[in-house]
């Protein structure tokens, strides 16, 4: 049995008749060796990496301003590159892990952390489970379902629209009800008052930071504080978790330890201090797998060398 198919044997009430498109997905996905798929993916990102200027040129400032060296530095078109492959991987593993069952997924992925869950469920108020734009995120999304948990996450709407519903029904074929990212503040407060998981991005670009500047990697920035200020109003624990790509076809996942607001601080200290530890997790990261994120928005103001 898939993934897809085991998240949705644990709800109570069938979907109707999936699209054919879904079908022939999955059908596919069962096939086609993840291998295949990362070989078929390299061409296409570098074609993608030469014609793509507008997210080329913000992917080659973002690693600028992290190793301090000029954008035309080689270095950093080698790092931009490779973020661009390490991408297509995703797009393959998006294709691919439709069709893995759960041992599938237990044979390939090495998890450091996973006592976590546990713990942060034990509080009884939900969990924020919050992770970025690298590796593996149809792993991460996968590894929810080991746990059997109900998941709500928010998403920007893409273009075209296709694209926009075909992620939004993979998603709820494992488990993930994906929500727009305006007015959901409530719906995603109940969700955790159910002991439920919620599941929010960091990396969502300068331009989406909010609050009081926080410093990655040396430099001042903006990042979300919604996490931080979810987890004030509703009492649960942040989890740091991501999942990122090995030799051999395997990963390795992270899970780190809860992570709690200070309701003692002031509102707006207390939304810097949280984010700001939860960067912490989200750099050293970056720092062990930098061609494994994806930056392809300004993650820094245009002020910096």
Do not use: C
């Not at 009884?124 to 970025?132: D, L, M, N, Q």
């Amino acid at each position: 049995m898939t993934l897809a198919q085991e998240a949705q044997r644990s709800k109570a009430v069938r979907p109707a008749a999936e699209p054919w498109y879904l079908v022939a997905h999955r059908s596919l996905a069962a096939i086609v060796p993840l291998e295949l798929g990362y070989l078929v993916s390299r061409p296409i990102a570098d074609l993608f990496y030469l014609l793509w200027r507008e997210k080329r040129e913000a992917t080659k400032r973002n690693y600028a301003r992290l190793l301090n060296r000029p954008p035309d530095d080689p270095e950093v078109d080698r790092l931009a590159r490779g973020s661009f492959r390490h991408f297509g991987h995703y797009i393959a593993e998006l294709i691919s892990v439709q069709g893995w069952d759960l041992d599938d997924l237990r044979d390939r992925v090495d998890i450091h952390g996973d006592e976590h869950f546990e713990e942060a469920l034990s509080y009884g108020r939900g969990v924020i489970f919050t992770s970025a734009h690298m590796g593996s995120i149809e792993i991460a999304s996968a590894l929810l379902l080991l746990h059997g948990y109900r998941v709500t996450s928010v998403m920007n709407r893409l273009r075209p629209w296709w694209l926009h519903q075909w992620v939004v029904m993979v998603r709820e074929r494992m488990g993930v009800t994906l929500l727009p990212t305006e007015g959901t503040g409530l719906r995603l407060l109940r969700a955790l008052r159910r002991n439920e998981l919620v599941a929010l991005v960091l990396d969502l670009g300068v331009q989406n930071g909010e609050g009081r500047p926080v410093t990655f990697f040396g430099h001042k920035t903006y990042f979300p504080t919604a996490p931080a200020r979810l987890a004030r109003l509703s009492g649960a624990p942040i989890l740091f978790g991501l999942a990122v790509r090995r030799p051999g076809g395997r990963f390795a996942a992270y899970v780190s330890p809860p992570i709690f607001a200070d309701p003692m601080l002031d509102p707006e200290e207390d939304a810097h201090r949280t984010t700001q530890r939860v960067l912490e997790h989200f750099e050293r990261f970056v720092a062990r797998f930098p061609d494994q994120w994806y930056p392809f928005r300004d993650m820094f103001p245009n002020d910096g060398p």
